[in-house]
């Protein structure tokens, strides 16, 4: 499975923000896509995921209430919803793929595949 993450950019605090993650391959309704972020110096982290169907989803605090993950199995597409962007929401913004069981959707080391990344740069 190939990802590749899109959507970023800069925006004013208050803002929003729709990233998508577009991949390749047949069986992308198998998998579990989570979304992770990075900010300059600090160690990456889990945002949110969602299941294989997108009947569930799970949200760090950090970003609960101003998030939405949604796919899209039939374009083979997963999406992060953002609003009411801060400054700390500043990062580079990772998709991944795993078919792990969604209890463990937080745990970035059970993610199989990455995308390359998409920066999201929110300004006060």
């Known amino acids: 499975v190939q990802l590749q993450a899109s959507g970023g950019g800069l925006v004013q605090a208050g803002g929003s923000l729709r990233l998508s993650c577009a991949a390749s391959?047949?069986?992308?309704?198998?998998?579990?896509m989570g979304w992770f972020r990075q900010a300059p110096g600090k160690e990456r982290e889990f945002v949110g995921a969602i299941s294989w169907s997108g009947g569930s989803t799970y949200y760090a605090d950090s970003v609960k209430g101003r998030s939405t993950i949604s796919r899209d199995n039939a374009k083979n597409t997963v999406y992060l919803q953002m609003n009411s962007l801060k400054p700390e929401d500043t990062a580079v913004y990772y998709c991944?793929?795993?078919?792990?069981?969604?209890?463990?959707?937080?745990?970035?080391?059970?993610?199989?595949?990455w995308g390359q990344g998409t920066l999201v740069t929110v300004s006060s």
């Open positions: 991944a793929a795993g078919r792990q069981n969604f209890g463990f959707a937080l745990f970035s080391y059970r993610y199989d595949y």
């Open positions: 391959g047949r069986t992308f309704s198998e998998y579990v």
